[in-house]
Nanobody, 117 residues
Framework: VQLQASGGGLVQAGGSLRLSCAAS????????MGWFRQAPGKEREIVGR????????YYANFVKGRFTISLDKSENTMYLQMNSLKPEDTAVYYC???????????WGQGTLVTVSS
């Protein structure tokens, strides 16, 4: 399994960005696909996740109503649409994949999001 995250960059507070995670190497039915982030000096935290099979989602409280996770199964790609960005959203964002009955075993390389005030 290979995951390739992209789409990070510099944006002003209140702006938007869309991150992409291109997945390859197998089919992902039954997988949970997650977005995580790690800010400087802080531990990595989950942003949200989506079921590849059902499309059901979960979001951390701090992004509810601002971020949306979606899938394009035809492109084997997961997206993270980030709106109303805040300086505290500045972090390296990672995508990850969890096989059924396992943990997040596969990780992308991370993409940096910087939100200026």
């Amino acid at each position: 399994v290979q995951l390739q995250a992209s789409g990070g960059g510099l944006v002003q507070a209140g702006g938007s960005l869309r991150l992409s995670c291109a997945a390859s190497g197998r089919t992902f039915n039954g997988y949970l696909m997650g977005w995580f982030r790690q800010a400087p000096g802080k531990e990595r935290e989950i942003v949200g996740r989506i079921s590849w099979s059902s499309g059901s989602t979960y979001y951390a409280n701090f992004v509810k109503g601002r971020f949306t996770i979606s899938l394009d199964k035809s492109e084997n790609t997961m997206y993270l649409q980030m709106n109303s960005l805040k300086p505290e959203d500045t972090a390296v964002y990672y995508c990850a994949a969890m096989p059924p009955g396992s943990a997040y075993d596969y990780w992308g390389q991370g993409t940096l999001v910087t939100v200026s005030s």
